[in-house]
């Protein structure tokens, strides 16, 4: 079956896809947007990944649709929530009072959200949105996207055209279907120059993967489940860079490499402790409303003991990626069954099995996420490569600020944060200036009409790391999708518009007076660095 007739074609409904479209539909394009699972968002819902922010978020930088996502999001909880009068009232009212982001909030009502957002352009025809539809082909003709063939998943097949293609995808799939040239892993800094980088490239050295979930506590219940096909390995297994088994409260401070102890519930905070694993990501504090309504939390299970190092997603078979996926699904069913049986408490007993897993808030049956939590994509080889001499403080010297961009089409903000890998290394999590994202990395080297909108863009392993966030990879998504409509109605490839001054210059102009689109971080802020002290409520702890 075929499909033809849009403007544009996104394929991926994550946080990148998402923007894309909204902003592209602003500006007057058709959009066709294809979903692998049945949720919009990506990290923000299907993976069930809290917003992972920048300290600026709630400032005038913040990437306009972003801004306008998180005032829904709050909308939402006063309209449809029984909060007691002062949280309703606080116009920075957070759901969840998690500590990894000022906006906590469950991944269904950020999908009930992003419904809203897209829904006028629904009515209208202009979007079409195919849900639980996956890319298995790539057409291409003279270094052009002519097809995408997607598959739904009671395996009937169509094939996709449009103009512009941009590929939103959680891995960059339409990278290698295509062959398109890419890269998988890490880079060597033999190649890079990168502080942080190994001496050589290494495919195989892929971030963790982690498939979350959702709980609350109910004590004096018991909601212990099955014990797992393989919870006796995670119990015992030990890696070299690792204190111990996953299985346990003892894990790695990602900045000093400092083994910890952090328990699921802690009486009183300490300095090296300063919160517990509950509040980390908790998405629903009962404190915020009304007595008798809601007499439990909820947390999000993002946590370093789920964390699936064991075996990479790129670069192997789709068995062996399968396989992979089953295990890490495996790890999380281990861990909470470790959690509600073995685990060590406060009060010298063992096991919460009052823990239950809460699918309502996932969307699922079994509470897990709809997906896994994916840190590293394939990267796009692009016109300009951003590396760690762009954005890191150690690389460019303390006050120095970030690389300033001419083409610079957006702002972000993260700590250069890399979880253990499937090579065996531990952390990277070291300081970045706030950044532009320039773009020479939305620009693919040969093909002429594709758009990487997510963490395939042209970073490294290493820059991935402060690129890969929520708030940044939808400020990549607004500029690919203003990007689309402006090359379309100036009848100019995408990459005309950075080889061209006078284009550029009208494609920022676009981007700055007709969709609020910062550009330039002020200089204060530019030069600024995160500091581990500074982690509070007031500064988002990193921990994606």
């Not at 040239?181 to 892929?206: C, N, Y």
């Not at 403080?393 to 700590?415: N, Q, T």
């Not at 609020?516 to 995160?530: A, F, K, M, N, Q």
Request: charged share 25%; glycine share 10%.
């Amino acid at each position: 079956m075929s499909d033809a007739g849009a403007d544009l074609l996104i394929v991926g409904g994550g946080c990148g896809g998402v923007a894309a479209a909204l902003t592209a539909l602003r500006l007057g394009l058709r959009v066709l947007l294809t979903e692998e699972t049945d949720w919009l968002g990506g990290q923000l819902t299907a993976q069930a990944v809290p917003p992972d922010e920048n300290a600026w978020i709630e400032g005038p930088h913040a990437s306009p649709g972003y801004a306008e996502f998180r005032q829904r999001v709050r909308a939402y909880y006063r309209r449809n929530y029984p909060l007691t009068p002062k949280v309703a009232a606080d116009p920075l009212l957070d759901p969840g009072l998690g500590i990894v982001s000022r906006l906590c909030h469950e991944p269904r009502v950020a999908a009930a959200v992003i419904d809203e957002m897209v829904a006028p352009w629904l009515a209208s025809g202009r979007l079409r949105v195919l849900f639980e539809h996956r890319p298995v082909a790539v057409e291409l003709v003279a270094d052009r996207i002519r097809s995408v063939t997607v598959r739904a998943a009671d395996g009937a097949e169509k094939e996709l055209r449009a103009p512009i293609v941009v590929d939103a995808t959680e891995l960059g799939d339409l990278l290698e279907l295509g062959g398109v040239e890419h890269v998988i892993g890490a880079e060597g800094r033999d190649d890079t120059g990168e502080l942080h980088a190994p001496e050589t490239a290494d495919p195989m050295d892929q971030q963790a993967v982690s498939w979350c979930f959702a709980l609350e506590h109910r004590p004096g219940e018991d909601h212990t489940g099955d014990k797992p096909a393989r919870y006796d390995h995670w119990r015992t297994h030990v890696d070299p860079f690792w204190p111990g088994p996953q299985l346990s409260w003892v894990d790695v401070e990602p900045i000093g490499l400092r083994v910890r102890t952090r328990p699921i519930f802690q009486l009183r905070p300490t300095p090296d402790v300063p919160f517990d694993l509950w509040r980390f990501r908790r998405v629903v504090a009962a404190e915020n409303f009304r007595d008798g309504t809601i007499d439990s939390d909820v947390s999000l299970v993002n946590w370093p003991q789920i964390d699936y190092w064991e075996a990479p997603l790129l670069g192997v078979g789709e068995q062996q990626r399968e396989r992979a996926l089953a295990a890490s699904r495996d790890l999380s069913a281990s861990f909470l069954y470790w959690m509600q049986t073995e685990a060590p408490r406060e009060d010298g007993g063992e096991g919460y099995p009052g823990l239950r897993l809460r699918g309502d808030v996932t969307g699922t049956a079994d509470g897990y996420a709809k997906a896994p939590y994916i840190r590293e994509a394939r990267r796009a080889l692009t016109e300009f490569r951003v590396l760690e001499q762009h954005v890191g403080v150690e690389a460019r010297g303390a006050g120095v600020g970030s690389e300033l961009f001419a083409d610079s089409v957006g702002l972000g903000h993260y700590r250069i944060d890399l979880h253990p890998s499937t090579a065996g290394r531990t952390y990277v999590d070291i300081e970045s200036y706030p950044f532009q994202i320039p773009l020479g990395a939305l620009l693919p080297v040969r093909v002429d009409n594709l758009l990487p909108a997510g963490k395939n863009i042209g970073t490294t392993h290493i820059t991935n790391g402060c690129y890969r966030l929520h708030p940044v990879e939808w400020a990549i998504g607004e500029a690919v999708g203003a990007l689309a409509a402006f090359s379309l109605q100036r009848a100019r490839p995408p990459r005309a518009v950075r080889a061209e001054p006078r284009l550029l210059e009208e494609y920022q102009s676009l981007l700055t007076r007709t969709l609020g689109i910062s550009l330039r971080w002020p200089e204060e802020v530019r030069t600024h660095h995160w500091k581990p002290e500074s982690a509070s409520r007031d500064a988002a702890v990193p921990t994606g």
